[in-house]
């Protein structure tokens, strides 16, 4: 059974400070790694892809990538109010393929004004 | 340009009762998902569509069925809804980028 694991918080960070998400997964074939967003009662949003090992980085968000150690991080520089919503870490099912993603439970992030 | 789109937004049944979930993208991507959500269990897949004309199952498949209608379109149904299937349902579909999906803005179904 393929996981994927987030700790499930709430991670409360104060306003302005840096968030760090983490997510592990268990199959090592996995390819492709994606952080989503989710506010209450509302649908994922898709806010990093990463691909390959190291960091990646676009505006205030940073993934992180280490497959060896197979860890997918996310953070969030200067963290607004705005940003508290749960993040939702997922993995490709298989190879690349046009199979579904397996997800983790979510980590519910709280930034504190 | 309205990405994916889905109908419902509510929906209250009986159990026994059945129901076809609507969703459509115009994004003219080839795959398309259906996944359920519920407390404490994270996001699991139902079934997927790699491209128009055919379907797999995912992880929960059980009591659900599904039609690619065209290469837009992808329906959901329940033939006989129990109180377990009571969630909220999303559909997505998958960019060309390697395995990036969008999703739609779900549908909350209560089954009693």
């Known amino acids: 059974q393929k996981e994927v694991e987030q700790n499930s918080g709430p991670l409360s960070v104060p306003e302005g400070a840096i968030a760090s998400l983490n997510c592990t997964y268990s199959?090592?074939?996995?390819?492709?790694f994606f952080w989503y967003r989710q506010y209450s009662g509302k649908s994922p949003e898709l806010i990093m892809s990463?691909?390959?090992?190291g960091d990646k980085e676009d505006g205030r968000f940073t993934a992180q990538l280490n497959k060896a150690s197979q860890y997918v991080s996310l953070l969030i520089r200067d963290s607004q109010p705005s940003d508290s919503a749960t993040y939702l870490c997922?993995?490709?099912?298989?190879?690349?393929?046009?199979?579904?993603?397996?997800f983790g439970k979510g980590t519910h992030l709280i930034i504190q004004p | 340009n309205a990405g994916v789109t889905q109908t419902p937004k509510f929906q209250v049944l009986k159990t026994g009762q059945s129901m076809t979930l609507q969703c459509a993208q115009d994004m003219n991507h080839n795959s398309m998902y259906w996944y359920r959500q519920d407390p404490g269990m994270g996001l699991r897949l139902i079934y997927y569509?790699?491209?128009?004309?055919?379907?797999d199952k995912g992880e929960v498949p059980n009591g659900y069925n599904v039609s690619r209608l065209n290469k837009r379109e992808f329906s959901l149904r329940l033939e006989s809804a129990a109180p377990s299937q009571t969630s909220v349902y999303f559909c997505a579909s998958r960019g060309k980028a390697y395995n990036e999906q969008f999703f739609g803005p779900g549908t909350r179904l209560t089954v009693l």
């Open positions: 990463i691909y390959s090992n």
């Open positions: 199959d090592r074939g996995s390819q492709s």
């Open positions: 997922a993995v490709n099912r298989e190879g690349g393929g046009a199979d579904g993603l397996t």
């Open positions: 569509s790699a491209s128009e004309g055919t379907t």
